[in-house]
């Protein structure tokens, strides 16, 4: 039986769209600013900032360099933890001005509060950061819904495409893999999933659906139909 729920964000519970069309831009026209304001007076920035430099072979005092690194980053769409770490520095200050909203969509809104509210127990693994996380359901177009998860994962437990990744969540969580469900728009995460013994939901929100033996859902309610059989 189900009794645990892992999703995936970007493509999952919200629109591909809202990171690359809103979220993205809003954390490179933003970031410049916030690392110069902050590199010396904020321990964190500082922190995050010594990473970029030594990934990346930038001297640690040329903030302005540093800076051109991240917005490759950014361009780049690169994984790496120090930029998502400064990004969600720069997003946490626009959801407080209320210059940003995260986005979800309205089916994943409604399932996510009926399969708390039924006891299951719901969890976040993103790419991006778990500050990041906890801003886009925190402040979303849908209202706070950090109440109904029990705790985020990004990819400080391991990158998404990797078994392992979901053998460690399976570890922190304490519970049998069979009993968690894992939702993502990402075949590969899917399969990684399901390698540490993970059931999963495929969810295709637009296009033709995939010829597979694996469980596709259009939206939520499709995903909900699944856990009734099981």
Same mark, same amino acid.
């Given at each position: 039986?189900?009794?645990?729920?892992?999703?995936?964000?970007?493509?999952?519970?919200?629109?591909?769209? @809202?990171? &690359?069309?809103?979220? @993205?831009?809003?954390?490179?026209?933003?970031?410049?600013?916030?690392?110069?304001? &902050? &590199?010396?007076?904020?321990?964190?920035?500082?922190?995050?900032?010594?990473?970029?430099?030594?990934?990346?072979?930038?001297?640690? /005092?040329?903030?302005?360099?540093?800076?051109?690194?991240?917005?490759?980053?950014?361009?780049?769409?690169? *994984?790496?933890?120090?930029?998502?770490?400064?990004?969600?520095?720069?997003?946490?200050?626009?959801? &407080?001005?209320?210059? =940003? *909203?995260?986005?979800?969509?309205?089916?994943?809104? %409604?399932?996510?509060?009926?399969?708390? %509210?039924?006891?299951?127990?719901? @969890?976040?693994?993103?790419?991006?950061?778990? *500050?990041?996380? /906890?801003?886009?359901?925190?402040?979303?177009?849908?209202?706070? @819904?950090?109440?109904?998860?029990?705790?985020?994962? %990004?990819?400080?437990?391991?990158?998404? /495409?990797?078994?392992?990744?979901?053998?460690?969540?399976?570890?922190?969580?304490?519970?049998?893999?069979?009993?968690?469900?894992?939702?993502?728009?990402?075949?590969?995460? =899917?399969?990684?999933?399901?390698?540490?013994?993970?059931?999963?939901?495929?969810?295709?929100?637009?296009?033709?659906?995939?010829?597979?033996?694996?469980?596709?859902?259009?939206?939520?309610?499709?995903?909900?139909?699944?856990?009734?059989?099981?």
């Amino acid at each position: 039986m189900i009794r645990v729920i892992l999703t995936d964000i970007e493509g999952t519970t919200s629109s591909i769209s @809202f990171v &690359h069309e809103v979220l @993205f831009p809003y954390a490179s026209e933003h970031l410049p600013a916030f690392v110069r304001a &902050h &590199h010396h007076t904020t321990p964190a920035v500082a922190e995050q900032l010594a990473i970029v430099a030594q990934k990346s072979g930038v001297d640690s /005092k040329d903030v302005e360099a540093l800076i051109e690194v991240l917005q490759g980053w950014i361009s780049e769409d690169r *994984k790496e933890g120090s930029l998502k770490a400064l990004q969600g520095m720069v997003w946490e200050q626009g959801y &407080h001005s209320g210059e =940003l *909203k995260g986005d979800i969509y309205p089916d994943a809104a %409604d399932y996510l509060q009926r399969w708390h %509210d039924r006891g299951l127990r719901l @969890f976040v693994y993103s790419s991006g950061s778990v *500050k990041a996380q /906890k801003l886009i359901f925190g402040h979303s177009n849908e209202g706070d @819904f950090t109440p109904f998860f029990s705790g985020y994962f %990004d990819t400080g437990v391991g990158g998404k /495409k990797e078994a392992q990744s979901y053998r460690n969540i399976l570890d922190e969580l304490g519970v049998e893999p069979g009993s968690v469900l894992f939702l993502s728009d990402v075949e590969a995460e =899917l399969e990684a999933a399901e390698q540490a013994g993970m059931k999963t939901a495929w969810l295709v929100r637009e296009g033709e659906l995939p010829d597979t033996g694996r469980f596709v859902a259009r939206d939520f309610a499709e995903v909900d139909a699944l856990l009734r059989k099981r």
